[in-house]
């Protein structure tokens, strides 16, 4: 899911065995990753990687990033299995799998097309806000999505900084907790997408609120539901 840090955080067992990636949108943030991730792979691949993610997010990365001037077009390279890059247009409401999971996007309030995800792997399902200003579109795909069992938000911002997070429909600690009473108190919620400068201001104003069941997602940890 994304591939802002997916090169440069890539263990050899991540190069050997991910071939799905599914963006929720195209901001440098959730893509930097990505040219770098095919490059690496170029000399091994025996399969396309596949990359699902809305129409408008495909052409903003084959007009803007793979457009040979930033890097080569991959998706016109004609490798022995065929091109090392092929997309998957997504549609919001419309169900897809990517490798082992299924997958259904909702539009997520963002300054860019994007996209949040309901994620499933048959068992139970975990909601994903993507960048958002609020989670309205989450709890409308969440209603009846019985075995929901972790929702990931996003929280950007501290609050003294709202006004930027406004601006670039972002969240802060104030905002997201209005936001989660939508929720109510479905299941546990993870916070993902702190901004690293900001993040001790923003762990700690959430802490302040007394959230009941919202935790910090540690990176680098493995998390399993
Ligand atoms: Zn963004």
Redesign the pocket.
């Known amino acids: 899911m994304d591939a802002g840090s997916l090169a440069m955080a890539a263990t050899d067992d991540i190069r050997r065995s991910v071939r799905d990636i599914v963006l929720t ?1 195209a ?1 440098l943030d ?1 893509i930097a990753g990505l040219p770098l991730f095919i490059d690496d792979l170029f000399a091994t691949l025996d399969e396309p990687v596949r990359v699902h993610a809305l129409q408008d997010v495909i052409e903003v990365l084959e007009r803007d990033i793979f457009n040979w001037s930033v890097f080569p077009k991959f998706s016109e390279i004609d490798a022995a299995f065929g091109p090392p890059i092929v997309y998957r247009p997504i549609s919001f409401g419309c169900e897809f799998q990517a490798a082992n999971l299924s997958f259904r996007a909702f539009g997520s309030d ?1 300054k860019v097309p994007s996209a949040g995800y309901i994620v499933s792997d048959g068992k139970s399902s975990v909601a994903i806000s993507g ?1 958002s200003a609020s989670l309205e579109q989450l709890t409308i795909a969440a209603e009846n999505q019985k075995d929901l069992t972790a929702v990931l938000v996003e929280c950007a911002f501290p609050d003294e900084f709202e006004t930027i997070a406004r601006n670039s429909h972002h969240m802060t600690p104030a905002i997201l907790g209005e936001q989660l009473k939508k929720l109510d108190d479905r299941c546990p919620v993870f916070v993902i997408n702190i901004k690293p400068n900001y993040r001790q201001q923003v762990v700690e104003q959430i802490s302040a609120l007394q959230i009941k069941g919202i935790e910090i997602m540690n990176v680098g940890e493995d998390y399993f539901w």
Do not use: L
């Open positions: 949108h901001h959730h963002h960048d």
